[in-house]
């Protein structure tokens, strides 16, 4: 059996249950851009950091949701919250919650194929700004694009850059 298994979630679009509607929820890959350096004297090539590649959630609903069809495209002065609840199961250790929050642009609604007698779905692609991911209440990650904030298990390593920017 697998330790820290999510056997259970569920997504919530605008502060409204999508429980039994669900059928997949794919979280952001975080990806750190990088560059290649390689000074003089240097034996190797060493990575620097340039900053957050795009993040993007994805989901799937068994229906032809109005909550979501309802958020499609941009909305001046409005980010879109997602919130994402759900178990992480280790045998032997009990239970944990998991949540992630999201923030952003809904950029592709597919519809998917429509066959006579069969579950229609709905796929959902967001384009985030924003992205918060606690277990058990503590923070694993937070990144706000806009803002320069990108918290790992609660060390801001953007602060600095804030501070140098005056924000």
């Known amino acids: 059996m697998h330790a820290n298994n999510v056997t ?27 560059e290649e350096y390689r000074g003089g004297g240097m034996d190797g090539v060493t990575h620097l950091d340039m ?27 409005k980010q879109v919250p997602f919130n994402i609840k759900g178990v992480l199961r280790n045998p032997g250790q009990g239970d944990q919650g998991i ?7 809904v950029s592709e609604i597919d519809f998917g194929e429509w066959k006579q007698a069969e579950l229609s779905s709905l796929t959902t ?35 600095s850059v804030r501070e140098f920017l005056g924000l």
């Open 8 to 34: 259970y979630a569920t997504l919530f679009i605008d502060g409204v249950s999508q429980a039994g509607r669900v059928q997949s929820i794919t979280l952001p890959k975080l990806t750190v851009k990088t």
């Open 51 to 77: 900053g957050m590649e795009a993040m993007e959630l994805s989901f799937t609903i068994d229906d032809c949701n109005i909550n979501v069809l309802k958020e499609f495209g941009f909305q001046q002065g």
């Open 99 to 105: 949540d992630a929050v999201c923030r952003g642009l």
């Open 125 to 159: 692609t967001v384009k985030l700004d924003y992205y918060k991911l606690t277990i058990n209440n503590k923070l694993i990650y937070e990144i706000d694009v806009v803002n320069h904030v990108r918290k790992i298990e609660g060390t801001d390593h953007m602060q």
